[in-house]
């Protein structure tokens, strides 16, 4: 059974920091690609960034330069560090593992940019 818990949402004014972490209870966690998306309210589920298991990252374009995903293996645990946060980051992060086409996801966890 995976189990993906994250943490870290929060509110922020925007031009912010905040850094989500996800914990995962998958064993072999280091050959999982590991991603981030995010749901708005009224919108659809969205990539924001993932991680391979060799390391190799990739972004939505809405977020290149401002956000890092990163995973440390030992720790089983996927962080995405959001830099410069914008009202329209406003939305329900969700944590998901991916191998040869199984997914799995986490509960979510909000996050919101306002003034």
């Known amino acids: 059974q995976v189990q993906l818990v994250e943490s870290g949402g929060g509110l922020v004014q925007p031009g912010g920091s905040l850094r989500l972490s996800c914990a995962a209870s998958i064993s072999a966690f280091s050959i999982y690609m590991m991603g981030w998306y995010r749901q708005a309210p009224g919108k659809q589920r969205e990539l924001v960034a993932t991680?391979?298991?060799?390391?190799?990252?990739n972004y939505a374009d809405s977020v290149k330069g401002r956000f890092t995903i990163s995973r440390d293996n030992a720790k089983n645990t996927v962080y995405l560090q959001m830099n410069n946060l914008k009202p329209e980051d406003t939305a329900v992060y969700y944590c998901?593992?991916?191998?040869?086409?199984?997914?799995?996801w986490g509960q979510g966890t909000q996050v919101t940019v306002s003034s």
């Open positions: 998901n593992a991916d191998y040869r086409g199984l997914g799995w």
């Open positions: 991680i391979t298991s060799g390391g190799r990252t």
